[in-house]
T-cell receptor
Framework: KAGVTQTPRYLIKTRGQQVTLSCSPI?????VSWYQQTPGQGLQFLFE???????NKGNFPGRFSGRQFSNSRSEMNVSTLELGDSALYLC??????????FGPGTRLTVT | GIQVEQSPPDLILQEGANSTLRCNFS?????LQWFHQNPWGQLINLFY???GTKQNGRLSATTVATERYSLLYISSSQTTDSGVYFC??????????FGDGTTLTVKP
């Protein structure tokens, strides 16, 4: 069974730009969660989508948004990038939202 | 929200030694997982263990949900065990809270 894939793996953007990250979950999994990892804040929950609906949301500003498609693939968008958005963005796939499997991550650098 | 504390924050061992990592959490949980983060950043699943005891080779884990803690045991450490170990808990499906991790260094 193929694992969770994330694209792109690395990204460099400039302040003020926007970015879209993609996550393809394990086949049959309907839950996709997104996390941000930074050295200062650790791993923080962004949001979770289940069957195309946002089911949970973390404490991030509205510049961070996401969506899920009918094939369970999910995208995360960050608008008006700030230097502090530089991080490793991880997505997790799960059948029901409990046992989560993580992708390799997208490393975003904002300059 | 729920608080997750991992200890110790750093652990340095000689190859062959055993170790115990601890995860304390502040509320009842529906889910608890242990992960190992490799040098490239990927989180590798070790155990899904909301309660009870599981073993996988040299690794084992125990969660005592009523006392709100979990332990990860690593026996006969190898240099490849080095890295950061995370405990993640969830009170709601799809939303995990992570501890700050334990950084393990195994010296040859």
């Amino acid at each position: 069974k193929a694992g969770v894939t994330q694209t792109p793996r690395y990204l460099i953007k400039t302040r003020g730009q926007q970015v879209t990250l993609s996550c393809s979950p394990i086949s049959g999994h309907r839950s996709v969660s997104w996390y941000q990892q930074t050295p200062g804040q650790g791993l923080q929950f962004l949001f979770e989508y289940f069957s195309e609906t946002q089911r949970n949301k973390g404490n991030f500003p509205g510049r961070f948004s996401g969506r899920q498609f009918s094939n369970s693939r999910s995208e995360m968008n960050v608008s008006t990038l700030e230097l502090g958005d530089s991080a490793l963005y991880l997505c997790a796939s799960s059948r029901d939202g409990y046992e989560q499997y993580f992708g390799p991550g997208t490393r975003l650098t904002v300059t | 929200g729920i608080q997750v504390e991992q200890s110790p924050p750093d652990l340095i061992l000689q190859e062959g030694a055993n170790s115990t990592l601890r995860c304390n959490f502040s509320d009842s949980v529906n889910n608890l997982q242990w992960f190992h983060q490799n040098p490239w950043g990927q989180l590798i699943n070790l155990f899904y263990i909301p309660s009870g005891t599981k073993q996988n080779g040299r690794l084992s884990a125990t969660t005592v949900a009523t006392e709100r803690y979990s332990l990860l045991y690593i026996s006969s450490s190898q240099t490849t065990d080095s890295g950061v170990y995370f405990c993640a808990v969830a009170t709601h499906a799809g939303k995990s809270t992570f501890g700050d991790g334990t950084t393990l260094t195994v010296k040859p």
